[in-house]
């Protein structure tokens, strides 16, 4: 399993990449700081996505809640959470 995690605050990352590890041993982990990150880190079609809809922006209007309509609108917004 491929897992996305999407999130400014690198304390969540590891805590995230701790969990997701204990859960799946054979998971791998990728993690992105901001929405460009995060488009660039999508093209790798990971199977889950976690994404922090309050995502600092970078560059303004990139919120993580427009990454989220962005990946409903391209049919992949199942895969968030």
């Given at each position: 399993?491929?897992?996305l995690?999407?999130?400014?605050e690198?304390?969540?990352?590891?805590?995230?990449q701790?969990?997701?590890g204990?859960?799946?041993?054979d998971?791998?982990?990728?993690?992105?700081?901001?929405?460009?990150?995060?488009?660039?880190?999508l093209?790798?079609?990971?199977?889950?996505?976690?994404?922090?809809?309050g995502l600092?922006?970078?560059p303004?209007?990139?919120?993580?809640?427009?990454?989220?309509?962005?990946?409903v609108?391209?049919?992949r917004?199942?895969?968030?959470?």
């Amino acid at each position: 399993m491929n897992v996305l995690v999407v999130d400014d605050e690198p304390m969540f990352h590891r805590a995230m990449q701790r969990s997701i590890g204990r859960m799946w041993a054979d998971a791998k982990v990728a993690t992105a700081t901001s929405v460009p990150e995060a488009e660039r880190a999508l093209e790798a079609q990971p199977d889950v996505v976690t994404l922090d809809l309050g995502l600092a922006p970078d560059p303004p209007k990139l919120l993580g809640l427009g990454l989220l309509k962005r990946l409903v609108k391209a049919g992949r917004g199942d895969r968030v959470m």
